[in-house]
């Protein structure tokens, strides 16, 4: 009974003083119902334009940028740069299913070799380059 009374009042003073208030002049409202802050168009063009690629990557790229953190020592069991035993067994497979192995992912190999930004071309490009580097 007392928590309802309690209730009671605490309303009728919160209508009370919500009504007392006025709800502001025009430039106080607008100035509440202001966004917070503003988008500088400028700055999202300049950020879009720096991060799109301006060519595609070069097959010595993509493998000195992503390839080689696991085909330059063998990590997880990945034939090495330029062993040609390693990489002939694969090589005699042929160019399609190393692609299919690249794209796809194989033993501790995450599809793409985790570069998700490459293309396929940027892809069959390093593999070019690691195979010839093989042979």
Not at 16 to 45: C, M, Q, S
Not at 81 to 102: E, H, N, Q
């Amino acid at each position: 009974m007392r928590m309802r009374f309690v209730a009671i009042v605490f309303t009728a003073l919160l209508a009370i003083v919500a009504n007392a208030l006025p709800p502001g002049t025009d430039d106080e409202i607008d100035a509440r119902l202001a966004p917070y802050g503003t988008l500088n168009r400028a700055a999202v063009e300049e950020v879009a334009v720096a991060a799109a690629p301006a060519a595609p990557l070069g097959g010595a790229e993509v493998y000195d940028t992503y390839c080689a953190t696991c085909h330059a020592g063998g990590v997880g069991g990945a034939p090495t740069f330029a062993d040609v035993d390693a990489w002939a067994p694969r090589i005699s497979k042929g160019m399609d299913a190393l692609m299919v192995s690249t794209l796809n992912g194989i033993g501790a190999m995450p599809a793409k070799g985790l570069c998700m930004s490459c293309s396929d071309n940027e892809l069959a490009d390093a593999v070019t380059y690691m195979v010839d580097a093989a042979q």
